[in-house]
């Protein structure tokens, strides 16, 4: 009988950095979560939500002639570019098939971070604790040898390493995930924590969705070297309050904006665009970000807004400001 994948075990948000006791830490990849499966010859190679991604990354799927019949991971796959993750290079491969998928797998390569073992010789093995589990999956990647694009995820008991992982942010990490070193792989369920390091820092609001007596998300952006408004992200649905103090404090655009004619997607890989009205790039605001950036410096993950800054100015918000 063909074996399954199962549903990935999934992660909680938690307010804290500190390892809990009894768990290890790992790093939060800025990628693509995938699940592989090698059974009888036949390779599976699956998003989170269950799409196919064979064809998007033919790489993976040669890579396989590394692994043993009856193996199965769990992990994420990731793109480097200029010494960082490059999710939005990882987001056009998504889109790409037959001979593009091939090109695009040469020019920019991607590799699977592994991080939990699922199936060992033949046998499911997510019964077993997360410390076994881990044991075996570095004894694979010793025993096969295993190069590109196959990447063993560091794992680790030492706070002084965890607080090490938070500062690669600049480099594409988004944070670091905690699993209980007892538990086994639960398909589906929210057994894993995730802590993902936010700061504070300023933005202009450009244009906004919903309308200017009762703004539902604002569109940001700062000034580039060159003096242009570069769009950098967009905030979470406004509260009540939130939408009701800002509305007062946007000015519709008249004449010229830097943003005539710009279109905006609803979502990372969508098609779908936004319904924005343009405001005059004035009122600039106080904003919580994570560290998920792209190749320009967007903010990759919508942003949570905290407060106009009515002492700023626009003129001061470029791309090089630093958080607060």
Not at 5 to 30: H, N, Q, V
Not at 40 to 46: F, Q, S
Not at 247 to 254: E, F, I, K, S, V
């Amino acid at each position: 009988m063909t074996w399954t994948l199962p549903e990935p075990m999934l992660s909680t948000p938690t307010p804290r950095p500190d390892l809990p006791p009894g768990m290890a830490g790992e790093p939060k990849w800025d990628g693509y979560r995938a699940l592989l499966s090698v059974d009888e010859g036949k390779v599976e190679l699956r998003s989170r939500r269950g799409t196919d991604l064979r064809a998007a990354f033919p790489e993976i799927v040669s890579g396989t002639a590394q692994l043993r019949d009856g193996t199965a991971l769990d992990g994420e796959l990731v793109v480097w570019e200029k010494g960082r993750l490059a999710f939005e290079r990882l987001q056009h491969r998504l889109q790409r098939r037959g001979t593009t998928a091939e090109w695009a797998a040469g020019e920019r390569s991607a590799h699977f971070v592994a991080f939990d073992l699922l199936r060992l010789n033949g046998n499911d093995i997510t019964s077993w604790p997360y410390r076994r589990r881990r044991a075996a999956l570095e004894s694979v990647f010793s025993a096969r040898r295993l190069t590109a694009p196959w990447t063993l995820c560091p794992s680790t008991t030492d706070q002084d390493v965890v607080n090490e992982w938070l500062t690669w942010g600049a480099v594409g990490m988004e944070g670091v995930v905690y699993k209980s070193l007892t538990e086994p792989y639960r398909p589906g369920a929210r057994g894993w924590l995730k802590y993902k390091p936010r700061e504070t820092t300023e933005a202009i609001v450009g244009a906004i969705t919903g309308t200017l007596a009762t703004p539902r998300t604002l569109l940001l952006a700062r000034y580039d070297t060159g003096r242009r408004l570069q769009y950098v992200g967009r905030t979470t649905t406004l509260a009540a309050a939130a939408s009701s103090s800002v509305a007062p404090l946007l000015t519709a655009a008249t004449g010229e904006h830097p943003w005539m004619g710009w279109s905006f997607s609803a979502a990372w890989g969508s098609r779908a665009t936004l319904d924005v009205t343009l405001v005059e790039p004035a009122l600039v605001g106080e904003v919580g970000v994570d560290v998920a950036r792209d190749s320009v410096g967007r903010w990759r993950h919508p942003v949570r807004w905290h407060r106009p800054r009515a002492d700023l100015s626009a003129a001061d918000v470029t791309l090089s400001t630093s958080p607060e």
